[in-house]
């Protein structure tokens, strides 16, 4: 157990819909990191945040956002969703702003858009 | 752009056959090189941290080493449950990791 828990486990929606997915961190964990995982792509890097701001960004699409609170979880919305976005979304975290540090990744929520 | 190839893409060993993986890595300003072991449906789990050329880390039957260009990941004596898929990952100076598609390693009894 990594201590970074990610909600919901599984998530079945309907294209044009709208999700949200959540991760806590581990405690004492500032940075948080999305990434999506397809079988084709591998595990591609979204966007990090820290201590609440934005970070880094990577291949994420314009109808994704993200946003960290101030209690630190993350939350990663998704938009008029297509079935390409059928992926493995996972969050991982870690003590440090920089990528110098190791990450330590969620359980993941499984994405199905029908 | 960041690049991070992996290699083989698959390998199956037979229980205590020795071997290794690949990891090669065109980053820009590297600030750390990184082993995560993944099972199928889970996140990756850490497993090493390299920084620099020349380092070299252990854990049980794993062993990563690093140069410039390429990171290895050795196996000794596999078991059974080592079976899983074995990314690497390249931290750059943009402060994002970029993942290789990984090494699905499969050891047989």
């Known amino acids: 157990d990594s201590g970074v828990t990610q909600t919901p486990k599984h998530l079945i929606t309907a294209t044009g819909q709208r999700v949200t997915l959540r991760c806590s961190p581990r405690s004492g964990d500032l940075s948080v990191y999305w990434y999506q995982q397809s079988l084709d792509q591998g595990l591609q890097f979204l966007i990090q945040y820290y201590n609440g701001e934005e970070r880094a960004k990577g291949n994420i699409l314009e109808r994704f956002s993200a946003q960290q609170f101030p209690d630190l979880h993350s939350e990663l919305n998704l938009s008029s969703l297509e079935l390409g976005d059928s992926a493995l979304y996972f969050c991982?975290?870690?003590?440090?702003?920089?990528?110098?540090?190791?990450?330590?990744f969620g359980p993941g929520t499984r994405l199905t858009v029908l | 752009e960041d690049q991070v190839t992996q290699s083989p893409e698959a390998l199956r060993l037979q229980e205590g056959e020795s071997s290794s993986l690949n990891c090669s890595y065109t980053?820009?300003?590297?600030?750390?090189l990184f082993w995560y072991r993944q099972d199928p449906g889970k996140g990756p789990e850490f497993l090493f941290t390299l920084y620099s050329a020349g380092e070299e880390k252990e854990k049980e039957r794993l062993k990563a080493t690093l140069t410039k260009k390429e990171s290895f990941l050795h196996i000794t004596a596999p078991k059974p449950e080592d079976s899983a898929t074995y990314l690497c990952?390249?931290?750059?100076?943009?402060?994002?990791?970029?993942f290789g598609k990984g090494t699905l390693l499969t050891v047989n009894p």
């Open positions: 991982a975290s870690s003590v440090l702003g920089t990528d110098k540090g190791e990450q330590f």
């Open positions: 990952a390249a931290g750059g100076s943009n402060y994002k990791l970029t």
């Open positions: 980053v820009s300003g590297l600030r750390g």
